[in-house]
């Protein structure tokens, strides 16, 4: 089963991703879901298929966050490189992006 849970998750529950065969997680579905994470929507579980598959999307959400954090990483070092050109240094420009949500909506 992938379990995601972070910071948030130590508070608050972790969001759960089993996989297996179906009967087994209905099996245990009531106690997956008072142990996850609750929302508005409900609890913070869904099956997600066939033994390994509850893994194999967390190991997915592993990599696309892990491809965010490289991202901001390279993002810092080139307002860093600009920085000796003159520019504004880069916790000016990350500063910023702590104060506001960042979306694909702001980028227009």
Known sequence: MGV???????????????GGHVDAYNNIRDILEKAAAQTEDGPCV???GPGGAGNFVKMVHNGIEYGDMQLIA???DVLRRRRKRGARPPQAA????RKHRMSAS???
């Open 106 to 108: 702001r980028a227009h």
């Open 74 to 76: 390279e993002a810092y």
């Open 4 to 18: 995601s849970s972070g910071e948030e998750g130590a508070r608050n529950g972790p969001s759960l991703m089993p």
């Open 46 to 48: 869904t099956f997600v």
């Open 94 to 97: 990350c500063c910023g992006w």
